[in-house]
C-alpha cells in the first residue's frame, strides 16, 4: 500500500529522455511546482512507495515497463495518484484504453505546456470528501446542503462529462445510476479506474436498475445502493462510514 500520497506537493517525472526530462522539470519548476525525475517505471514505484506526490507525469515508452505499466501497477496497488501520459506514438485507440485504466489524461508530444500546467494545478485543489453525481438540480442542492451541516465538503456534478472532468477525487462518490448523458455504472468504472480504494453509494429511483446493477455492486466491498427515496440520516450515517475508512 502506498502511503502519504497526497501529504506533500511534488510531481514525479519519469523520462528516460535526459535532454527532455531536465527541460521538463525546468519548465514545471518554473511555473511553481516541486518535482523529481526518474528514467524508468521501476525508480518511479520505488521512489512512490516512500509518499510525498500530488501526481506523476511520465513518457509512453519507457526502457522496460512502459508507462502504461506503470499506470497498471499503480491502480493495481491501489495509489490513487494522478497519471499524465505523455507520448509522440500513441494512436487514439491506445489513448482512450489508456484512460480506461485510469489515465487522468493522455498528451501528445510536442507537450502542449499550458495544458500541462494545467492539469497539474488541478492536483493542489482543496480536497473534498464526497463527489455527488446527480442530474437533479433541487435533490443535488439540498443533498450538498445536508452534508455540508454534517461536516461534509461536497463536490456536485450534474451528469457523467462533469463527473469525470474532476482531477483531484474525494474518497466516497454518491451516484445516480440513470444520468442525462449516460448511466452511472459507467461512470463508476471509470472514476475506479482512477482510484481503485473510491467507496460508492448508488442511488435510484428505479427499481429495474437496481435489481441488475446489485449484480455488479458484488465486484466492491465497499459498494452500496439505496432506492428513492431514500433515509437522509441512513445515507448520512453510511457516507460518514465511508468517509472515516477511506
Given at each position: 500500500m502506498f502511503r502519504g500520497t497526497l501529504r506533500d506537493g511534488r510531481l514525479l517525472i519519469v523520462e528516460d529522455d535526459p535532454d527532455l526530462a531536465e527541460n521538463l522539470l525546468e519548465l514545471v519548476e518554473g511555473e511553481g511546482f516541486s518535482a523529481d525525475v526518474v528514467s524508468t517505471a521501476e525508480a518511479a514505484l520505488e521512489r512512490l512507495q516512500h509518499g510525498g506526490y500530488r501526481g506523476?507525469?511520465?513518457d509512453y515508452r519507457l526502457p522496460g515497463c512502459s508507462g502504461v505499466d506503470l499506470l497498471r501497477l499503480l491502480r493495481a496497488r491501489d495509489c490513487p495518484l494522478p497519471v499524465i501520459l505523455v507520448s509522440a506514438f500513441l494512436d487514439p485507440a491506445s489513448a482512450?484504453?489508456?484512460?480506461?485504466l485510469g489515465a487522468l489524461a493522455v498528451l501528445e508530444k510536442p507537450i502542449n505546456i499550458g495544458r500541462l500546467f494545467d492539469?497539474?494545478?488541478?492536483?493542489?485543489?482543496?480536497?473534498?470528501?464526497?463527489?455527488?453525481?446527480?442530474?437533479?438540480?433541487?435533490?443535488?442542492?439540498?443533498?450538498?446542503?445536508?452534508?455540508?451541516?454534517?461536516?461534509?465538503?461536497?463536490?456536485?456534478?450534474?451528469?457523467?462529462?462533469?463527473?469525470?472532468?474532476?482531477?483531484?477525487?474525494?474518497?466516497?462518490?454518491?451516484?445516480?445510476?440513470?444520468?442525462?448523458?449516460?448511466?452511472?455504472?459507467?461512470?463508476?468504472?471509470?472514476?475506479?479506474?482512477?482510484?481503485?480504494?473510491?467507496?460508492?453509494?448508488?442511488?435510484?429511483?428505479?427499481?429495474?436498475?437496481?435489481?441488475?446493477?446489485?449484480?455488479?455492486?458484488?465486484?466492491?466491498?465497499?459498494?452500496?445502493?439505496?432506492l428513492k427515496p431514500f433515509d437522509l440520516p441512513q445515507l448520512i450515517r453510511r457516507l460518514e462510514a465511508f468517509v472515516t475508512a477511506a
Open positions: 506523476v507525469i511520465t482512450g484504453r489508456a484512460e480506461e492539469l497539474a494545478r488541478e492536483f493542489f485543489e482543496p480536497a473534498h470528501s464526497v463527489l455527488i453525481v446527480e442530474d437533479n438540480e433541487t435533490l443535488a442542492e439540498n443533498l450538498a446542503e445536508a452534508l455540508t451541516n454534517c461536516g461534509f465538503s461536497p463536490l456536485v456534478s450534474g451528469d457523467s462529462r462533469s463527473a469525470l472532468a474532476h482531477r483531484a477525487l474525494p474518497p466516497v462518490a454518491l451516484i445516480d445510476l440513470r444520468l442525462p448523458d449516460g448511466n452511472g455504472f459507467d461512470v463508476a468504472l471509470r472514476l475506479l479506474a482512477r482510484n481503485p480504494a473510491l467507496k460508492i453509494v448508488f442511488v435510484t429511483a428505479h427499481a429495474d436498475l437496481a435489481h441488475k446493477e446489485r449484480l455488479s455492486q458484488a465486484l466492491w466491498a465497499t459498494t452500496e445502493l439505496l
